[in-house]
């Protein structure tokens, strides 16, 4: 990790955040594989070499990760941001529908860091960035798995801080607000929503189609992942946001908690 040019594995590089942030790299000058579902592997897309990956699947993940590592010739940076999001109201969710989010935006980081961590540790050094969300910090309105699937990534990745650091390996939460991204087009959803939460769940999705419209530009985060990357010594956690999202994290800190709540309901109301 002493050179400024770093070997960057980027999970879910096909679109949005991760694109964004594997292009950047590249102009500053790192090798970058990116992967996704969907593409060809040694496919090079704006200087991006991608790689083929499912990251619910061991045996793609296991293959993805060989690939790149003979591509780029080892990995200083893991950057685990293939998610996927969800929304309805929590009992409308099936329990298999919970656990296919869970297992992408939990297990599919943990998949990547079992195959990548030994590597660092022989390289004795790393850097593995865990994309969380600002909705890792409360429960929202409707996306209840995709609070608790980014809160569990957060809590993961600071348990892998501490076993890690004695490796030379530095594990980061990044929280990104809102930004311009297809993401709520591949959004599970369910089925039948419950009639008594149709109206709530309706008014909620209305605003948050409207808020991801005017959100940021997803270069924006990318810089910030680049300048982690080029810090000597990044922090633990990074939020990326900014006006009611960044002061909504406080504000979760600050008010009694029924206070809060009661805060943010009114708000998708
Ligand atoms: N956009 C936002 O406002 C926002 C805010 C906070 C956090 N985030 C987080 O940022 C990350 C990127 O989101 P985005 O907004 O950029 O969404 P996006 O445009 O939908 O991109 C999601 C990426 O994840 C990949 N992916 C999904 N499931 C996968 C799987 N099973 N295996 C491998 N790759 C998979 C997709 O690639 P393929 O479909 O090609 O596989 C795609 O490249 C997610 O973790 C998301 O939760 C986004």
Known sequence: MGSYTKRVLVTGASSGLGKAMAERLVAQGHSVVGTGRRVDDGAVANGVTLVRMDITDEASVRHGVQEALTRLGGIDVLVNNAGLGIQGPAQDIEPEMALRLLDTNVLGAHRLCRAVLPTMRA???????????????FGLPYRAFYSASKAALERYGEALAIEEERFGITVVNVQPGEFRTPIAEGRLRPERISPEHEPGYARAMELLGGSMHYSRDPDELARVVARIIASPKPKASYLVAQGVQRISVLAKKLLPGRMFQRMVGKHYQ
């Open 123 to 137: 390289q004795k050094s790393g850097l593995v960035i865990n994309i969380s969300s600002l909705a890792a910090n």
